[in-house]
């Protein structure tokens, strides 16, 4: 069972556009995390959100935490080549415990 | 400021070998973790150290999965007789218990490839 379901899977999008990513749970959760993963490689920590309703921007990135602290989404602005990855969001039931992972969203910004 | 590391990056095996991962965790970091993750899926939970006791495994680490941090530092994740369907990226992330949230920090993987 996903418990956190990620949309689009897939997205291809020319430099300059604006998208954003989402990921949905009927479950609630202490915390959210998003990462973006290159291939063969880890996946790296952008930012973590805590308090339900809470926005956080990182540069280009926009990422907020439903109120219910159920969902969460990340908007990025002016999209250039070097955001193409693999961008994942993660849920923490219970501070310490093990993350739950969305599938993921492939972006693929075209120059 | 070293991150989390883990060795060997990749590795080929036989079906019906053993191998074995280490994970070297952030050096303040008490917490250790052990994912899987199979191409176009997220990372999947296997099992997570506080120190050096193992505090949750999940039901996908089957009996042929073990996984030890005997000093509380480093930790190996070791497969017997692998099979096909083993082959994945194995993920190690750590991160420190009495922070108010809890940030998971990865290291680069681990390719297995069993052939």
């Known amino acids: 069972t996903q418990l956190l379901e990620q949309s689009p899977q897939f997205l291809s999008i020319q430099e300059g556009e604006n998208l954003t990513v989402y990921c949905n749970s009927s479950?609630?959760?202490?915390?959210l995390q998003w990462y973006r993963q290159e291939p063969g490689e880890g996946p790296v920590l952008l930012v973590t959100?805590?308090?339900?309703?809470e926005v956080k921007k990182l540069k280009r990135l926009t990422f907020q935490f439903g109120d219910a602290r159920k969902d969460s989404s990340l908007h990025i602005t002016a999209a250039q080549p070097g955001d193409t990855g693999l961008y994942l969001c993660a849920g923490e039931r219970t501070s310490g415990s093990r993350l739950t992972f969305g599938e993921g969203t492939q972006l693929t910004v075209n120059p | 400021d070293t991150g989390v590391s883990q060795d060997p990056r990749h590795k080929i095996t036989k079906r019906g070998q053993n191998v074995t991962f280490r994970c070297d965790p952030i050096?303040?970091?008490?917490?250790l973790y052990w994912y899987r993750q199979t191409l176009g899926q997220g990372p999947e939970f296997l099992t997570y150290f506080q120190n050096e006791a193992q505090l949750e495994k999940s039901r996908l680490l089957s009996d042929r999965f073990s996984a030890e941090r005997p000093k509380g530092s480093f930790s190996t994740l070791e497969i017997q007789r692998t099979e096909q369907g083993d082959s994945a990226m194995y993920l190690c992330?750590?991160?420190?218990?009495?922070?108010?949230?809890?940030?998971?920090?990865f290291g680069p993987g681990t390719r297995l490839t069993v052939l």
């Open positions: 959100v805590v308090t339900g309703g």
């Open positions: 992330a750590s991160s420190f218990r009495d922070r108010a949230y809890n940030e998971q920090f």
């Open positions: 050096s303040e970091h008490n917490r």
């Open positions: 479950s609630v959760f202490s915390s």
